[in-house]
């Protein structure tokens, strides 16, 4: 079974500080791979997305996040965190190999920006 | 097209009683989901459609729970008998599958249910 695993809770970085969020996946094979931002009461917004190719993958609002197969990981970054970035961060893992299209979500961790 | 609409935003329910929040995907997906989501938690897969059909149930959703998307469009879901566990944000999220990797999802801002 797909599992998804988001190791920091809370993170707190001032503004401008770069940022990297942490996202540990359990698969069997190269997941499809996915970063969605919730602000409060909101409904999630894509971030960015990885099925293959380019390990770098490029996403709106300036963050990125690059897959490593060794690690298991896709770790979300951003080189200069704005006030508007403060939110909730979600990793997800989808299964290529079925038709579903479901995605299993981590807990998710919460940014707080610092003036 | 203006993204995906659920309503109602907010309901406050007695225990015991039925609800039914309804969502409005984006015109073009041909898929739907509903996904419940507690506080700290990430969304937890329910269900999901493709064009009207109901292709997938999770062990989550109990016989208390039973969605449907009529003609393809819009979906309703409907719980029965509320309990206090109920309580949560649901959302939904449509997307355009081709057979094609799920580009991800558009979700909606979801309804947020209060079981008193």
């Known amino acids: 079974a797909q599992s998804v695993t988001q190791p920091d809770i809370h993170i707190t970085v001032s503004e401008g500080a770069s940022l990297e969020l942490r996202c540990n996946y359990s698969?069997?094979?190269?997941?499809?791979l996915f970063w969605y931002v919730q602000s409060p009461g909101q409904g999630l917004q894509l971030l960015l997305k990885?099925?293959?190719?380019?390990?770098l993958v490029q996403g709106i609002k300036g963050f990125e996040a690059e897959f490593k197969r060794s690690q298991s990981s896709f770790n979300l970054r951003k080189p200069s965190v704005h006030w508007s970035d403060a939110a909730e961060y979600f990793c997800?893992?989808?299964?290529?190999?079925?038709?579903?299209?479901?995605?299993?979500f981590g807990d998710g961790t919460t940014l707080t920006v610092k003036p | 097209d203006t993204g995906v609409s659920q309503d109602p935003r907010h309901k406050i329910t007695k225990r015991g009683q039925n609800v039914t929040f309804r969502c409005d995907p984006i015109?073009?997906?041909?898929?739907l989901y509903w996904y419940r989501q507690t506080l700290g938690q990430g969304p937890e897969f329910l269900t999901y459609?493709?064009?009207?059909?109901?292709?997938?149930k999770s062990r989550l959703l109990s016989d208390r729970f039973s969605a449907e998307r009529p003609k393809g469009s819009f979906s309703t879901l409907e719980i029965q008998r509320t309990e206090q566990g109920d309580s949560a944000m649901y959302l939904c999220?449509?997307?355009?599958?081709?057979?094609?990797?799920?580009?991800?999802?558009?979700f909606g801002s979801g309804t947020r249910l209060t079981v008193v």
């Open positions: 999220a449509s997307s355009f599958w081709t057979g094609n990797p799920n580009y991800g999802y558009t």
């Open positions: 698969y069997g094979a190269t997941p499809y």
């Open positions: 990885y099925f293959s190719g380019d390990t």
């Open positions: 997800a893992v989808g299964a290529p190999n079925t038709n579903a299209g479901k995605s299993t």
């Open positions: 015109s073009e997906h041909n898929r």
């Open positions: 459609f493709q064009n009207e059909a109901q292709l997938e």
